[in-house]
Each structure stands twice: as structure tokens, then as C-alpha cells.
């Protein structure tokens, strides 16, 4: 069933967390209270890898003509994978990607069944804590673009 346009952020944020959980493998084991995939940024103690969804609002919303109930509105979102392991960030936010870009058009997943087009990256940003412990984020500024009918 389609994403509905009157709780729009809320089901498309637990959209895209459910669709990222289905592909992308938690690299570790964990207890059955911690996750590897949140809808927010942690707020005690986790274990590391981890990924964040954070919707940053609703932009660019316009109605798609005279008189019309219906609108166009571009959903901004960061995602943010977390790691204590360069390289372990890296590889699972190529993962993500990857996963966001091949699953539009197709499989149970298929975001442009949920009314989610086009999906873009808008920009990458790296932010590290220093030192060797130090937690490692890579984000991911997507978007995608919904019609709210």
C-alpha cells in the first residue's frame, strides 16, 4: 500500500528504514534491545556499525494545478552510517547507496510504489572524531520527490 500523504514523513522515514534493513546485512551481533538500523540518532549507549534515518522536513511543496487538492513535495533525508572502522563506514554506506539506487523501480521494495520518485543524492559529507577510537559518520543527503494525492 502506498505511502499516505497525511502521515507522509513518519511512513516514509519507517519506509526507507524497513527497506535499508531488508538489504543491507548488520555486520555484527547484537542484543535482542539494540538496533543497527534507528529512525534518530542514539541517545545511550550503542554499538557500533550503526545507520541513522533523520527526515530534515519537507521542501519545494506545490500544488500540481489551479484549484488542486493534490501536491508535489521533495522529501529531504540524512542518512548517516556510524562505525569505529574507516573502512567499515565506507563499505556500508556504499552499500546503502547502492541499495537506495537499484531498488526504485522494481522488487518489494520499489520505492516508486510507495509514490517516492526520483531519487537523488544531493551530497555526501564525512565526519570523524579524531583518533583511533573515534566514531566515523558518512552521510548521505538523499531525496526523493512525493505526490501527495
Not at 26 to 44: A, G, L, Q, V
Amino acid at each position: 500500500m502506498p505511502i499516505n500523504g497525511s502521515t507522509l514523513i513518519t511512513e516514509t522515514t519507517i519506509f526507507l528504514r524497513n527497506m535499508l534493513a531488508s538489504g543491507i546485512t548488520d555486520p555484527i551481533t547484537r542484543s535482542s534491545n539494540e538496533r543497527f538500523i534507528m529512525t534518530s540518532y542514539p541517545e545511550r549507549n550503542t554499538t557500533y556499525p550503526l545507520i541513522t534515518i533523520k527526515p530534515e522536513g519537507m521542501v519545494d511543496i506545490r500544488r500540481l494545478g489551479f484549484q488542486s487538492e493534490e501536491h508535489y513535495v521533495t522529501l529531504p533525508y540524512e542518512i548517516r552510517v556510524w562505525s569505529r572502522s574507516q573502512r567499515q563506514k565506507e563499505q556500508l554506506a556504499e552499500q546503502v547507496y547502492t541499495w537506495l539506487r537499484t531498488n526504485q523501480f522494481s522488487g518489494t521494495y520499489a520505492t516508486t510504489d510507495q509514490n517516492l520518485w526520483g531519487f537523488k543524492v544531493n551530497g555526501t559529507a564525512v565526519v570523524d572524531e579524531p583518533g583511533k577510537d573515534g566514531v566515523k559518520s558518512y552521510i548521505l543527503s538523499v531525496e526523493y520527490k512525493f505526490i501527495a494525492i
